[in-house]
């Protein structure tokens, strides 16, 4: 009886030590251990066809799982590793698990995308492209299926910003502008750039079917985007109104909890074949012209 009871003492207290050097350090040194240790984990929130209800890609999140077991949530630590620059080792991690997680279904379905987020150092540094030429060298997967979000936060300097842009194109991957709307100068980069679509941010959807100021602008950002031929992913949809005012309004893609949550990688690819199931034609309702 005494031994491992001895046993279980040594061993809680080398949790004990490792847990409170942990704890000793700064948040950058947690960060730092955290990518050593590869801490970082990926979920996938569904991207819809809005007119079909089809499940046509999915955007990869990153989150940080501590050693606890708690998850953290990006907006707790992308703009640390923004600022210190460890932002690009989490890249990497995100670029390798997308490729390893989806790679099966990514290659077998190439109609279905995975959409990452790239930072502003990850756009500086170009890093990102080199990385994810080599995860889909052989892999069968299109680089088409891969896109590419920016943010204007990202753009810091113009010229570096569009080699990197124009760089990712001339590859094959899909630019998107991401959180478009909540910038400074939004418009001025749908000239600069030449991109392929463009993310509508959550808050000109929380707007829909309000009297707020902002909801008069929302079908103004959709017509700006169809006449530059970009295509539309609206994000953040709660609700079926807002589903509706964005049907009516002919915006293609959507995604947000009225459809699905950020799922775990089994979750989306569960989630995948269920929706493909659902639309395929034997199970589809014959439309009225027969
Ligand atoms: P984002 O790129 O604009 O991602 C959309 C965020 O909105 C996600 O939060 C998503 O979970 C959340 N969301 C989606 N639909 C709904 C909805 O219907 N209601 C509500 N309330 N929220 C919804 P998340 O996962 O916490 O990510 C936050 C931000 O962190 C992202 O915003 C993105 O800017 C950044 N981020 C996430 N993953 C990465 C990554 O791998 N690399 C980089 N650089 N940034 C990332
Ligand atoms: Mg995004
Ligand atoms: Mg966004
Ligand atoms: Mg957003």
Known sequence: VLFPLGLLLAI???????????RRLSPLGELKI??????????YQPIIELKSGA?????ALVRWQRPDGSIMRPDLFIPLAEESGLILGITDQVIALVIREMKSILATDHNLHIA??????????????????KALLNSGIQPQQ???EVTERGFMDIDTTRATIERARALGYTVVIDDFGTGYSSLSYLQEFRLDALKIDKSFIDTVGTDSVTSSVTPHIIG???????????????TKAQADYLLEQEVEYGQGWLYAKALTSTGFIQYYWHNKLLSSPPNKKPDRNG
């Open 12 to 22: 809680s207290m080398v949790g004990a030590v490792i847990l409170f050097s942990r």
């Open 146 to 148: 891969i896109w590419l």
């Open 224 to 238: 700006m985007a169809k006449s530059l031929k970009l295509k539309i992913v609206a994000e953040g949809i709660e």
């Open 55 to 59: 499940c046509v890609g999915a955007e």
């Open 34 to 43: 955290g990518i050593d240790r590869r801490e970082f984990i990926v979920h």
């Open 116 to 133: 990452i987020n790239l930072s502003a150092s990850d756009i500086k540094s170009g890093r990102a492209l080199t990385v994810l030429g």
